[in-house]
Structures are given as C-alpha cells and as structure tokens.
C-alpha cells in the first residue's frame, strides 16, 4: 500500500491529459479537485477528490448515489424509479476540462459524467445527453457552434426585516448600460472578468444591464459541449467571485421579482464538420435554408422545449411581453420579442457572426439538457425540412389574437407546469430524453411546481438565488 499523504503519483496506465492534470495539481499546489454535474434541478453539484486519490479518481471516479438525480432544487427527493435508495454510479470527470479555480485558492474542477460502475454512460447523465444529440448531428455532417449570454444580479444577501427569507439587495441601482454602472460594480467585474479569463473561458461583452444590480457578460461560443461546459465554469465564477468578496450573485431569473429578469440566450449555428463553414449563413449575409428550417424546428418544439431551457418555477415571472425575454413563439430579425432572434451578421465578419439567439433560456436550465433538446428540435426541423413561416418584424403582443393566430404566434407557457404538459406531450424531445431522464425530469420538475404553488413569492425568489 502506498503512502496516503504522498502528493499524486501518476500510474503509468494514465492518459496524457490525465498526466498534465497531475503535473498542474502539483505546480499549482492543488489540495482539492471538484467532480462537478448538473442534476435535474439544473443545480450544479459535486464531490471532491482529495490529492493523494486523485490519479485513481480520474479513472474511477467518485462514487454517488443514483437517487441524486431525483433531487429537486429544494433537496426534496422525488420517486422515481431506477432511482431509489439502492443504486450507485460514479462522478467520472473529462480531463480535458481540468481547471483550477482562481476564486477558490487550493481548488480545482472537472466538468463529469455520470458512468455506470462498469464504465458505460448511466440513461440519466445529462452531459452524455448532449454529447448524443452533438453526435446525433454530427452523423448529419453538422457541427453545431454555441454561446450562453447570461445576465445575473450582484448584491448582498440580507436577512428580511420582517423575518421573512433572505432577500438579494442589489450592489447598485444604475441605469440601463449607464456609465456609473461600470464604476459601481467595476472590483466585483474585475475580479470576475480576470477568474473567467483565467480558466479559457474569453470574454465578449460586458455591461450593466436594466434591473438594479444587473450586469450581463457574455463568453466567445464554442462547440456545444463546450459552451455548455463553459454555462457551467461561468456560473461558478460568477457565485464564487461574488462569495470570496462577502456579496451574493444570482443567476436566477428573477432573484429580485419587480426587477428585470436575467435571461441566459442561447447563440446556436451549424457548421460543417471541419468547422470551416458557417451552414447557417446563406453567403448573401442572410440566413441559409439550413437555418430557417432550424428555426422552424425549434418554434415547433417551443412549448414543451421551454420546460428544459426556462426550467425553474422562478423563469415563467420572466417570460412576459416586453421584457426583452420572449413570450411568443416567433421568429425576427434583430426583433428582441421574438422568442428566436436572428441576429443580425456584423460587417467584416459576416458568414462567422450568423447564428440564432433563442431568448426563451436561462440560467436555472441544466445547460446539457437545454442545449441537447434545443438541438434535437432544430434537426427536427430539418428533417422535416419545416418552414418557419413569415418573420414578425413588431412586438408580437402588440399584434390582435387574429394576427397571431395567422402567424402561428402563440404565446409561451404561462408557468412551469404547463411547459411540463407540452413536454411531456411532445414525442420529439420525450424519445430524446428516453425513459429514465426523462420521467426523472418530469417528477423532479412537477414537484418544484407543486412546492412553489404552496408558497408566496418571497419563498421562491430566496430559493431560486440561493439555488442559482
Ligand atoms: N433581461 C432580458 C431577458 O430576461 C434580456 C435583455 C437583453 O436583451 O439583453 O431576457
Ligand atoms: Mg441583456
């Protein structure tokens, strides 16, 4: 038996990427590595490896109960079959995601699969989710390119002077992309812009945002599993940052209810396999055929495809007519009511710049399994090669019920439990889920949606931003 406390050994089996990671751990004085998932509460959970186990653990992974993801976002743990009490899989990481956490000083994290105990993916990995419907693509010659835009809310978190739940009071209360703003928020931003920076993820845009303590910060996109790996290190910094400097950061949709909500739009564009060619851009700087019919695909899976990208009970307070955050299923273009945006290419880099923002997507979503189902519909589209219809180019709200209907405008689920009747009706995405994840999903979504309508609003604002 070898020593305990002797630092990390690598086993000649070990992969290069496996290596690297016991070289950094040792330069850079790791104690810790965190094995992160999202579950389907879309909560970001993990367990960690101590140094001295960690060449073993990057194999094996650490073991974890299956009833785990049968947990809701309130730690209520639902029925569901196949995970129960008995049952176990492993947290194995993908070292090709190893980082060490500016934030967290001695720590580092891998971004995980959940494997079975002999190695194969478990039904209800949501990462292998994603990875399946990047294959599923892939199969089709397509690549598909991605970027999660989030907003989040900086503050405190404070006790309720009444003896309520805490509440989130916001760092600053500056106005819409307004100067002082910057000034306000500006050590927290850069602490999180050098943190972001730090572990690969590259910065596009920065600017405070509409509600108080509102900031927006968006990340350069990436092959979809990357970006929603990113969507993961990116919501860690924002909280961990926020934590280390004794404030509260939230990228619930609405961790404060009459202020602006926080959207995370989700940039999507196909590419060829090579990634040479943007197959969403027609050459002309408009939209290819390909793309339109990627559109079609996803306004057709809308309704039930909101269940998995606004996925808390706290999203449906933001999806509401002018608020910038869709309410209708339509398509426009540089129209910021509709629910997918085309965006308009910018000049010098026309064909790379073509990509789809879909604004009904936040941050309270597991980010494989908002991405994965967002994919799975727009191929839908595509191979049915669906129209999308005309564009609506004004506030969908603003138009008659006739307009709309003619359109084939609708408007959004009004709550959780509804978007969960319309997945759950919806063959595309249940067959995309398959009978594990997906039942899984629905019982841990419909007990959130339960829990809440018992509950006032000061409740669910408090455990969406302690959640998210
Ligand atoms: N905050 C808005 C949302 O909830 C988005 C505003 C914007 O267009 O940046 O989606
Ligand atoms: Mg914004």
């Known amino acids: 038996m070898g020593d305990r406390h002797s630092a990390a050994v690598a086993p000649p089996q070990l992969d290069p990427a496996a290596r690297r990671i016991l070289e950094r751990v040792e330069v850079d004085g790791i104690e810790l590595v965190r094995f992160l998932y999202a579950d389907h509460g879309g909560v970001i959970r993990g367990k960690a490896s101590g140094r001295s186990r960690l060449p073993e653990r990057i194999g094996t992974g650490i073991g974890h109960t299956v009833a785990m993801m049968a947990m809701s976002m309130l730690d209520h743990l639902q029925p569901v079959e196949g995970m129960g009490p008995v049952g176990e899989v492993r947290i194995v990481p993908d070292p090709a995601t190893f980082v060490p956490l500016p934030y967290a000083s001695g720590a580092a994290a891998m971004l995980s699969d959940l494997r079975q105990l002999d190695g194969s993916p478990w039904a209800a990995c949501p990462r292998t989710f994603l990875k399946d419907a990047v294959a599923l693509l892939g199969s089709q010659g397509l690549t598909p390119v991605a970027a999660f835009e989030p907003e989040f809310t900086l503050g405190r978190r404070l006790p309720d002077p009444t003896g309520g739940p805490d509440r989130l009071v916001p760092i600053d209360d500056s106005l819409c992309y307004a100067a002082a703003g910057f000034d306000l928020a500006h050590d927290y931003t850069m602490a999180l812009v050098r943190a972001l920076e730090a572990q690969g993820l590259p910065i596009e845009h920065y600017y405070p945002e509409l509600g108080a303590g509102q900031h927006e910060l968006s990340i350069r996109p990436a092959t979809a599993l990357k970006a929603a790996d990113n969507h993961v290190i990116y919501r860690e910094t924002v909280r961990g940052v926020a934590f280390r400097m004794a404030m509260w950061a939230s990228l619930a949709p609405k961790p404060i209810a009459d202020q602006a909500g926080n959207g995370a739009h989700l940039h999507v564009s196909l590419w060829d396999a090579d990634l040479e060619r943007n197959l969403f851009a027609d ?78 997507s936040d941050s309270s979503a597991n980010p494989y399994l908002s991405l994965g189902a967002v994919l799975h519909a727009g191929l839908d589209g595509i191979r049915r090669e669906l129209d999308p219809g005309k564009a609506v180019m004004v506030d969908p709200d603003t138009l008659s019920a006739k307009q709309r209907a003619r359109l084939g405008c609708e408007r959004l689920p009004a709550s959780l439990g509804e978007a969960l009747d319309a997945l759950e009706a919806d063959r595309l995405l249940m067959d995309a889920l398959g009978p594990l994840r997906g039942a899984a999903y629905l019982a841990v979504k419909r007990s959130e949606a339960a829990d809440f309508a018992a509950q006032d609003v000061a409740y669910e604002t408090f455990q969406h931003l302690r959640a998210f």
Do not use: Q
């Open 283 to 360: 050459g002309k700087g408009g939209l290819s055929v390909l793309g339109r019919r990627f559109i079609a695909g996803v306004l057709a899976h809308l309704p039930g495809l909101v269940a998995l990208t606004c996925a808390s009970v706290n999203s449906y307070r933001r999806l509401r007519p002018r608020t910038w955050a869709s309410a209708y299923t339509c398509y426009g273009t540089d129209n910021r009511e509709a629910a997918v945006r085309i965006c308009s290419p910018m000049g010098g880099n026309v064909e790379a710049s073509t990509n789809l923002e879909i604004k009904p």
